[in-house]
């Protein structure tokens, strides 16, 4: 996060939103609520921080030197989604980002597409959690022309023998002859290749294009960018109610 202007300071609902605490909609409300303090002192709306001041947000202190780390990235085919090393196809060592980070979930070796990554383990527990219903979008070409059964088979709910489970309702949509737009918010093992081989499909490319509020966009395969503010604010206000307990 960058310094603020040591003459202007930095609004403290934006101060608490640029270091990852929360949206500044929810800073607003703590602030309110009395739960925030600037050097002992309990903040008012519309207060600035400036250089040097401690911010405390329900007593803990707010560091602007905890850098916040969210990439976008557009996985290739190929790479893996762990940080174990042993893999010699690892995202961590072929993304090469020179700051401990880790995948938010995963995506398939044989799948391309939209994964984050992140050093806020609070943050992958609210993403990753079924529970939790948060949005993932994919596009998928198969091998076979796209019927209406098909699209309503999927959309109803798939039961996954291998699983032994029955997944959520989900919309689909038909893009091409060989393509359509599903959107999930669960995550079993494959599920979109297992869901459309219940119908005798087979998935010939599969693209994740969306984690919630954040878009794959035009980001070349292969490279990562850092998640904007904007993006960052969405995603916590979005989170913001989301149970973190940790996933196994």
């Known amino acids: 996060m960058e310094k603020q202007n040591t003459q202007e300071g930095i609004r403290i609902n934006k101060y608490l939103s640029e270091a990852g605490v929360c949206s500044r909609r929810e800073a607003d409300r703590q602030i309110e609520a009395g739960n925030v303090t600037i050097d002992g002192v309990t903040a008012m709306m519309g207060d600035r921080v400036f250089f040097g001041q ?5 007593g ?11 990439l976008v990235f557009h996985k ?8 174990e090393k042993r893999e010699k196809n690892n995202i961590i060592d072929y993304i090469n980002y020179p700051k401990r980070v ?17 050093n806020q383990g609070e943050l992958v527990n609210k993403i990753m959690r079924a529970g939790n219903r948060h949005e993932k979008e994919y596009l998928v070409d198969v091998n076979q022309d796209i019927t209406p059964e098909f699209i309503a088979g999927m959309a109803g709910g798939v039961y996954l023998e291998e699983l032994e489970v029955t997944t959520r309702k989900c919309l689909v949509q038909k893009v091409e002859k060989r393509r359509f737009r599903i959107v999930l ?4 093992n494959r599920q979109i290749r297992r869901m459309c081989e219940a119908f005798g499909y087979r998935v010939k490319r599969l693209k994740r294009v969306r984690i919630m509020n954040i878009k794959l966009g035009d980001l070349k395969t292969g490279t990562y960018r850092e998640a904007t503010p904007a993006e960052w604010e969405t995603l916590l206000e979005l989170t913001r109610h989301s149970s973190k307990t940790t996933v196994k």
């Not at 401690?54 to 329900?58: D, E, L």
């Not at 880790?102 to 070796?109: C, E, N, S």
């Open 54 to 58: 401690t911010v405390r947000f329900h």
């Open 185 to 188: 918010t669960q995550g079993y």
């Open 76 to 83: 290739p085919v190929g790479v893996v989604c762990t940080a």
């Open 102 to 118: 880790y995948p938010v979930g995963r995506l398939d070796k044989d799948s391309e597409g939209l994964i984050l990554l992140t």
């Open 60 to 70: 803990k202190r707010v560091s602007q030197e905890e850098e916040k780390i969210l």
